[in-house]
Structures are given as structure tokens and as C-alpha cells.
């Protein structure tokens, strides 16, 4: 069976590598992403590396109101879809977004609120299929607040509550959500932070969330030593946390 | 993470600043950044060609998309920083690399800027001989396309180029038939370097590859023993194969690396080959890349790092291979890997190449410090008196002088340069460069 694919923010270090998953298994691929000539050379690798078909479609995904437009596109080219990826977000400077309310709610918008908005019209076509999966890139960062980074966790922890939530409407109707969570990735998202040991290359986690889509689970730490080092995290007391200065 | 060393670890040096890339769209200007430039490809090359001490790196691993692919002509176009593994990985089991060096980590920009050879050279050259056209960037013309037709000049001044042309930003090349992964192998013990090139000359018509290993460590009357090994693609399936490794992969600690028992390594992988001769039929991967096995071997060697010394001289000199084997025996350096190939006569289009007709050897050495820089020395003595040249990618020390006898197109090169790239490389075999100092 030839899977049809829809990824949301396709030229992310991530989804490309997942992308490539798909297209060695000769998926069909609808991808959308802002930059057009980076959304050309992914589509056009993605066809040398096997994908059947490659869609694509250029948006910024901030613009809600192209939102429905792009589901029904991406629904209707090869008559149904089988997995929706959101991939799509940004790392927004801390300091920054602590003064500059535009660039505070550009950091909300790309990393929750168009999730949340993609979520529901394709929770709409999955729910009318009956089938589908749709899979959303999460943060370990949302597990806890941080000094460096709360309003991006915040939205990570957000996207999650709202997976759960819409993990639970879709269940009647055979859709499966996955929520992905992905530590540190070597991605052109971190490429100015100083690199350590817990850094994974985008191959492995693309192949991770890869797998997430085509395994039967609802939320997975890439990799999954992750949901150890979160558990922790989280346990450590308030007092004690504020003097580890993450 | 990443550190930015190349495959010897010597000489150490620092960039001011590394850049990674992951868009030919989103190439910053060379023009911006106040220090030379230089790509990084994998830093696969064991010298200092890689490096750029207190300059910019641009790291073109994330340049790693296809961009074309022809799967009944087999020509392939991508984007540079795509290594030999991944095209092998899409392209079998019909198509396999037109000419690959002993490791598959390699990117395309690397395999053009060092015009690389296999062990195929006798049949087909170097890797510049399959590549039809690829697109520069430069920090003063900006993007040009170059082909044997089209800007034939920096066509041929990028390959063996050592990447001071400008930024490859991606290549098309040539790939051959194959009939899948298995490779039908022979090895031959010899007992001297006589027997070796009668078996290269009467492998040469009927072997795709041929090379050899040889036993660095002995003296004497064993000078000059080693294996012999030749192979052709096979359309035949898998077979065990239980026979030694094409060539060894070490897989020891530091302090290992000693004479007494690399010599003991040596005398142990010249006679697990029992028989006089073996066939096998084993995977690509087991004959091209032995040393892929072990991550990272290079670290083998320690903080102090090591040096490869290739070099090439006429066939009709051959008998340099003896004389710079007995002058690894008589000194004190340990050699811990050598590896004899007869090159043919395909000749690149690339300026500064290395491959031309001849014979080859390669030479691994434990960074001793003066020592070893002296015997290397010695070395380049042997190559002026033979017509000899030195591989610029396995080098971290010739002088400038021997780099400009052996290579005397350099001047010409110098006309095809970026002038915002330079290299540690270039800086230490051209001091005398004008300004570019
Ligand atoms: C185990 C092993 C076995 C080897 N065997 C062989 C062999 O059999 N034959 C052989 O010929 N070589 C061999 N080599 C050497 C290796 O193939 C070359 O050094 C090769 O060029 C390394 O490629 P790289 O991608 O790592 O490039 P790097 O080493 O990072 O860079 C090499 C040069 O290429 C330039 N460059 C890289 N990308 C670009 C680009 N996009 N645009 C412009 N310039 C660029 C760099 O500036 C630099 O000058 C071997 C190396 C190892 C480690
Ligand atoms: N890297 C990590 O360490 C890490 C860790 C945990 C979670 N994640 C999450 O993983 C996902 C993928 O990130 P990545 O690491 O692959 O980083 P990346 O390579 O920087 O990808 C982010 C992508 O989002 C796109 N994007 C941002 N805003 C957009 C908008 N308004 N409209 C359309 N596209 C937009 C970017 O497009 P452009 O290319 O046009 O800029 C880019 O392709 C993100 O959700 C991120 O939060 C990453």
C-alpha cells in the first residue's frame, strides 16, 4: 500500500529525514513549506530518493486563513490522506520574546497556535475517513519550565495537552495522534547553541519520528532515554531546580 | 560537538569561525566574513587541505540532498556535501560509483577538489574523469556553471582544485553499470615487490580493481612480501566468506601502536592468509571500505595524530618502492599501514591532479614528531631524483619547494583561485603567493 503523506513545515532539518523514510518506501508526499527554493531542492531530493509522488505547496503557516485551502489540497490530490506530520516551529532568542510582544506572538503562533489550527481541520478529515494519523513534534522542552527557554516549552507543553485531548475525540474514530519529543537535535534550529553530548543527528531523529508514525504509540521521547532524563526533571524540587540555572 | 581536525589530527588548527551550511539558496556571501574561506567536506583528507586556521569553515554536510537521478543512464546530479555512502545507498543494486577511494565517507565536493582514485585507476582514471558538470560559487563571479564545454578552464583547474576555486555547490557525475553489491575477490601472498608487479601487470587486462597490501614492518630478506588483490563485480548472490579482510582494519588501542606489535600485526595478517591464494565473493563494503569498520580509527593514534605519505613515481622507477621501504626500515618510525597500487594511463581532465601513470604507495605513520617529519624529508629527496609527486590530500608537511617541483601547474592554478579562499595547505606550499599571505 502506497501511503499518502502530508508534512507541515517540510524543509525542517527533522522532517526532511523523516521525509526520506516515507520516500524509500515510495510514499506519496504533499509537502508545505514557506521557502520556496528550499521546498524545491526537498521535493526534488524526495524524488530521487523514491518518493511516488511529491506534492507541493508553499505557505507560511502562520497564515491561518490559507489553513483550510491547504488540508483540502492535501486531502483531496490522492483522494484521502493516511498521516499528516507538524513538523514546523522556531527557537525564538529568550530575551527577546521577554520584550518584544510582535516576535513574543510570532513564537506562540508558529510553535502552538497554528499546530492547534492545522490539528483541527485535519482531525476533521481523518474523523470523516475514519482512518489516519497524525503526528505532532512536541519538546522534552515543555516538560518543565525553564529560564531559557519558557515561552517555547510552554507552547510545547500546550501542543501536548492539546494531542491528549484530541487523542481521546479521535479514538472512537480509528485516528491515531502522536505526540513526538524530541530532546537535542542537530538541526539548523540549534545550530548557534554550543553542542553536547545528548545531541542527535536530524537522521536519527526524522527515522525516530518515522517510526512513531508507523508504530502503534501515542508519545515518544526521541530518543527514548529522554522520558527518564524528563522524569527526573520533573521531580527535582522547585528550590533545588532554581539553583541548577537551566 | 564537532570538531573540525582532519584524518591524521595533524596539524591542529583552529577556525575563527565554522559555518554550517544546509541551503544552496542560503549560501552567505563570502565577501561578508573578514577571514578567508574554505569548505569542509568530511575532512576525510588526511592533511591540511581541510583546514583553515583562524578562518571561516563552511561545513557542506548539510548539503545533502539529490537533485537528479537517471536511473537508465546512470548519471547522477546532487548537491556537494552528499558522500560516496549515500549515492551507493540509492544507486545499487544497478549503479555503482564510477571510482571510489578506501572510504565511503567522503563527500562530492571532497571526492572533486582531491580528483580522488580507486582502485579501478588502470581502468578508469580518477573520479574527475566522470564528472560531467557541476556549478561554483565564487566570491567574485558568483555562480558559475562549469563543463569540458562550458568554462572548461575552472572546469579543469576544480578538479584536483583542493577547493581554493570557489564552493561546489553541487555536482553531476557518471555512474557505472553494476550487477549489485558482491564483488568477486582473489588475494595472492607475494614474496617480493617482483612478483607484486607481475601480478598487477597480468591482473591489469581482466581485474576491475587490483591492489596491495603490504608487510611495512619487515626487514630483510622479507621486504617487499604482502598480498595481492584483485576483484571484479560479481552477478553471482552471497557467499560466506571467511577469508582475511581485503586490507586489515586495526582495532587497537593506543598504546598498541608500537613496533613490536605492529610487527606482530603485519607478520599475523600476512600469514592468516595460509594459502597462496583465496577467492572469495564478499560485500562492497567488506573489499572498498575495510577501515569504515572502526569508527573513527584515526583516534587510534592519540593526541599526537599521524601522517599518511603517498606518492606516485613512473613505472620504470619502480624500484623507489624498495628504496623508501628499506628507509622506513633503517629509521626508527613505525609504519602502520602501507598499501601498493599501479596506476594506468586514463589521464584526468583535473590541473593539479595526482593520479598519473605509474606506481603508488601509500604510508601510514604515528606522529613522532621531528623523526618523522625527517624521514618524510628524506622521502621527497627519493621523489626529485625519480620523478616522483606527493598526494596533496594524505599531506601535512612538504615543503613548499618540493610542492612546487612536483606540481609546477600550481602557477597556472593561481590564476583560477577565489580570492576570499585559501587553505592551511595552500598558505604552507605557496608562502611566496604574492599578498595572499
Ligand atoms: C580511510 C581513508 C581512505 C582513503 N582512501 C583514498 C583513496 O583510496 N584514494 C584517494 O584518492 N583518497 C583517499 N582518501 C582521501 C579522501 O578520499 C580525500 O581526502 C577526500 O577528498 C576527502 O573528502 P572529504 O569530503 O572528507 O573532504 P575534506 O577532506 O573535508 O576536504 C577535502 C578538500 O575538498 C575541498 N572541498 C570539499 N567540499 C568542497 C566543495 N563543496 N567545494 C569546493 N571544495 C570542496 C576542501 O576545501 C578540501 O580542500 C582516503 C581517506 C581515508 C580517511
Ligand atoms: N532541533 C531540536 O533540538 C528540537 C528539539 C525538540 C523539538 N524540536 C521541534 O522539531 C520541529 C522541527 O524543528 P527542526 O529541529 O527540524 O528545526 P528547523 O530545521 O529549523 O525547522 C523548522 C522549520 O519550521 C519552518 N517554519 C517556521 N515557521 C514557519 C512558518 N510560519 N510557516 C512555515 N514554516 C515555518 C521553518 O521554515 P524555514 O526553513 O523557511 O525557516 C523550518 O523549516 C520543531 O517543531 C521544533 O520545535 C526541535
Redesign the interface.
Known amino acids: 500500500m502506497t501511503r499518502r503523506v502530508l508534512i507541515l513545515g517540510a524543509t525542517s532539518?527533522i522532517a526532511q529525514e523523516t521525509s526520506r523514510c516515507f520516500a524509500a518506501e515510495h510514499a506519496k508526499l504533499f509537502l508545505v513549506a514557506r521557502?520556496p527554493?528550499?521546498l524545491a531542492?526537498?521535493a526534488?531530493?524526495l524524488k530521487?530518493?523514491g518518493a511516488e509522488a511529491v506534492e507541493t505547496h508553499q505557505a507560511d503557516l502562520n497564515a491561518y486563513s490559507d489553513h483550510p485551502a491547504i488540508i483540502n489540497r492535501a486531502a483531496s490530490v490522492w483522494q484521502g490522506l493516511d498521516a499528516a506530520l507538524i513538523a514546523h516551529g522556531s527557537l525564538p532568542d529568550q530575551a527577546l520574546v521577554e520584550k518584544d510582544s510582535l516576535v513574543l506572538r510570532d513564537a506562540l503562533d508558529t510553535n502552538y497556535f497554528s499546530a492547534v489550527s492545522l490539528s483541527m481541520h485535519l482531525a476533521t478529515v481523518f474523523e470523516a475517513q475514519r482512518s489516519g494519523v497524525l503526528a505532532i513534534i512536541g519538546s522534552v522542552a515543555g516538560d518543565r519550565g525553564r529560564r531559557s527557554n519558557y515561552v517555547y516549552g510552554s507552547a510545547k507543553a500546550a501542543i501536548a495537552t492539546f494531542a491528549a485531548g484530541l487523542r481521546l475525540r479521535l479514538l472512537p474514530a480509528g485516528v491515531k495522534v502522536v505526540l513526538i519529543k524530541p530532546g537535542w537535535v542537530s538541526t539548523?534550529m540549534t545550530?548557534h547553541l554550543p553542542?553536547?553530548?545528548l545531541?542527535i543527528s536530524a537522521q536519527k531523529a526524522g527515522r525516530g519520528v518515522y517510526q512513531a508514525i508507523t508504530s502503534p504509540t501515542s508519545v515518544v521521547y526521541l530518543p527514548s532515554y529522554w522520558k527518564w532524563i524528563m522524569a527526573i526533571i520533573r521531580s527535582v524540587p522547585e528550590p533545588i531546580f532554581a539553583k541548577l540555572k537551566l | 560537538m564537532n570538531s573540525y581536525t582532519s584524518w591524521g589530527r595533524y596539524p591542529r588548527s583552529h577556525p575563527a569561525e565554522v559555518v554550517p551550511l544546509s541551503w544552496i539558496s542560503r549560501i552567505p556571501d563570502f565577501n561578508q566574513f573578514s577571514h578567508p574561506v574554505l569548505v569542509y567536506g568530511k575532512g576525510r583528507s588526511y592533511g591540511d587541505t581541510c583546514l583553515n586556521d583562524g578562518g571561516v569553515l563552511l561545513d557542506s554536510s548539510g548539503l545533502d540532498r539529490f537533485i537528479q537521478f537517471d536511473t537508465h543512464t546512470g548519471v547522477l546530479r546532487c548537491e556537494s556535501g552528499v558522500t560516496l555512502q549515500s549515492v551507493l545507498r540509492l544507486s545499487l543494486p544497478d549503479w555503482f560509483l564510477p571510482v571510489t577511494p578506501g572510504t565511503q565517507f567522503v563527500t562530492i565536493g571532497g571526492a572533486i577538489a582531491n580528483d580522488v582514485h580507486g582502485k579501478n585507476h588502470h581502468r578508469a582514471g580518477s573520479f574527475g574523469c566522470h564528472v560531467r558538470s557541476f556549478e561554483l560559487l565564487r566570491s567574485d563571479k558568483g555562480r558559475v556553471f562549469c563543463s569540458p564545454e562550458e568554462n572548461k578552464d575552472l572546469f579543469a583547474a576544480t578538479i584536483g582544485g583542493l577547493g581554493l576555486t570557489g564552493m561546489i555547490l553541487w555536482a553531476e557525475f557518471q555512474l557505472k553499470r553494476a550487477s549489485g553489491p558482491w564483488i568477486e575477490c582473489e588475494q595472492i601472498r607475494f614474496e617480493k615487490l617482483d612478483t607484486f608487479f607481475e601480478l598487477s601487470a597480468a591482473s591489469d587486462e581482466n581485474y576491475e580493481y587490483t591492489v596491495a597490501w603490504l608487510d611495512c614492518a619487515s626487514a630483510g630478506h622479507k621486504l617487499g612480501r604482502g598480498i595481492f588483490i584483485r576483484g571484479n563485480h560479481s552477478s553471482a548472490g552471497p557467499q560466506d566468506s571467511h577469508g582475511p579482510l581485503p586490507l586489515p582494519g586495526f582495532e587497537a588501542p593506543e598504546m598498541l601502536i608500537s613496533r613490536p606489535t605492529v610487527r606482530a600485526f603485519n607478520w599475523a595478517y600476512f600469514n592468516s592468509q595460509f594459502r597462496e591464494s583465496t577467492r572469495n565473493r564478499v560485500h562492497y563494503e567488506k573489499f572498498f571500505y575495510p577501515l569504515d569498520r572502526v569508527a573513527e580509527w584515526n583516534r587510534l593514534y592519540g593526541q599526537r595524530g599521524f601522517l599518511q605519505y603517498q606518492f606516485v613515481v613512473p613505472y620504470q622507477n619502480r624500484e623507489v618502492v624498495a628504496e623508501v621501504l628499506d628507509l622506513i626500515a633503517r629509521s626508527r618510525e613505525v609504519c602502520t599501514l602501507s598499501v601498493l597500487k599501479v596506476f594506468g594511463s586514463v589521464s584526468s581532465p583535473g590541473l593539479l591532479s595526482f593520479p598519473r601513470p605509474g606506481v603508488t604507495l601509500a604510508l601510514d605513520f604515528p606522529y613522532q614528531g621531528q623523526p618523522t617529519l625527517d624521514l618524510c624529508e628524506r622521502f621527497d629527496q627519493v621523489m626529485k631524483r625519480n620523478g616522483g609527486v606527493v598526494y596533496p590530500a594524505k599531506d601535512a608537511r612538504m615543503s613548499a619547494e618540493s610542492f612546487q617541483t612536483y606540481f609546477p601547474q600550481w602557477k597556472e592554478l593561481s590564476n583560477f583561485l577565489d580570492p576570499r579562499f585559501e587553505s592551511d595547505f595552500w598558505r604552507r606550499v605557496t608562502p611566496t603567493n604574492g599578498n595572499r599571505q
Open positions: 532539518g521557502d527554493q528550499k531542492a526537498v526534488e531530493d530521487v530518493r539548523p545550530e553542542q553536547n553530548f545531541y
